[in-house]
């Protein structure tokens, strides 16, 4: 199981970010702690992707985290206030390469999935035919959370004509949608925009840490602090530094 981590505060370096804490995404990837059914390790790659005045850049790669020398060589160099970044622990069966790490981008939104779609592929070809042909094919790799992305990209796109607040309710939206087709999934996602970050907790653990000065959201503490608050299970995040709301997922019509 991948784990995340979006932060929105003071600029720091995006290095820092990743190593920071006594258990800092980077130990994540070799020594989590609350791994469940599956993975042990996330050492199939990982990606973060950091905002600088109102641009979007990424840097992704399959190799294991803490054999990366961009980290230290490059990644140290880049500061920014909103980050998100994720390490992979492949899905049996899923590609091992660049293009299935997260985060998953367009020019506004960066997006990470832990967790898996049950009965993958069979099960969610209803789904798929949901998504423009286009974004089908450009798909940065065939696995479960690149479908995910490009459905969530879609429903982002049509959010205008949802109720509610428009991202919450597309999140929402998929949620409800995969859990039609392929129960059981796992669908724990983390968005950020720059500005916000949200989160759903469907299946594996979330945490978040929010003051006046940052927001972190993780899928295990980066420390001991006991600033850090569990999000229950089945639950919508949205945070940003001074802002945090919780709610629970309304249970899907279908
Ligand atoms: N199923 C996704 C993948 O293979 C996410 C894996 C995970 O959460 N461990 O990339």
């Known amino acids: 199981m991948c784990r995340h981590l979006g932060y929105l505060g003071p600029p720091r370096s995006v290095r820092d970010l990743l190593q920071g804490g006594t ?18 390790i996330n050492a199939d790659g990982f990606g973060v992707s950091w905002w600088t005045a109102g641009q979007l850049g990424r840097y992704r790669s399959s190799t294991p985290i803490w054999s990366d020398p961009t980290v230290e060589e490059t990644l140290s160099h880049i500061r920014s206030g909103s980050v998100l970044a994720a390490v992979r ?4 069966g899923m590609a091992v390469e660049v293009g299935a790490c997260a985060p998953f981008v367009d020019t506004t939104y960066a997006f990470s999935h832990n967790g898996v779609l049950t009965g993958w592929p069979s099960s969610v070809a209803a789904l798929a ?16 959370s690149a479908l995910l992305w490009a459905l969530l990209r879609h ?11 428009s991202v919450e309710a597309a999140l929402t939206t998929v949620i409800h949608d995969v859990e039609a087709v392929a129960p059981g999934s796992r669908l724990n996602f983390l968005l950020g925009d720059g500005n916000e970050l949200w989160a759903s907790t469907w299946g594996h653990t979330l945490y978040v840490l929010v003051d006046e000065l940052q927001a972190l959201v993780a899928s295990e503490p980066l420390d001991d602090s006991p600033q850090w608050e569990q999000v229950p299970d089945r639950h919508l995040v949205c945070a940003r530094p001074g802002h945090l709301i919780i709610t629970p997922i309304p249970m899907g019509e279908r």
């Open 23 to 40: 258990h800092s995404l980077v130990k994540q990837s070799w020594a989590p702690r609350e791994m469940r059914k599956g993975g042990v």
């Open 89 to 92: 622990s492949a899905t049996e």
């Open 129 to 144: 035919q949901e998504v423009p042909t286009a974004a089908l094919l450009t798909m940065s790799a065939p696995t479960d």
């Open 155 to 165: 429903r982002l796109q049509d959010a205008s004509s949802l109720t509610g607040t």
